[in-house]
Nanobody
């Protein structure tokens, strides 16, 4: 299963961006979709996740500013980022796990997208 992320860019503090991540490749079902980020010199951290029942989880640092959503018909997850801060600058990576078709079988998968750079200037 492949994930293609898009939507990153340069924005001023206080601005907004919307990230998208589309999954493709013999998908049977997707359980959890998530966004992580990794800033220069720091460890990767979970930003937000959304499960198949649309329950969500957010890092404390983004609560009230970021919103994660999904479109199961398109196998796509979105991250709406508002009130961006310079400390949100990072490479944002999407992740999805679920079940894929493999011939007559179904196997689990967990895949990562290639990352999209978000830069917030002060």
């Amino acid at each position: 299963v492949q994930l293609q992320a898009s939507g990153g860019g340069l924005v001023q503090a206080g601005g907004s961006l919307r990230l998208s991540c589309a999954a493709s490749g013999n998908i049977f079902s997707i359980n959890t979709m998530a966004w992580y980020r990794q800033a220069a010199g720091k460890e990767r951290e979970l930003v937000a996740s959304i499960r198949s029942d649309n329950s969500t989880n957010y890092a404390d640092s983004v609560k009230g500013r970021f919103t994660i959503s999904r479109d199961d018909a398109k196998n796509t997850v979105y991250l709406q980022m508002n009130s961006l801060k310079p400390e949100d600058t990072a490479v944002y990576l999407c992740n999805a796990d679920g079940t894929r078709r493999s011939g007559l079988r179904r196997t689990s998968f967990s895949s990562w997208g290639q990352g999209t750079l978000v830069t917030v200037s002060s």
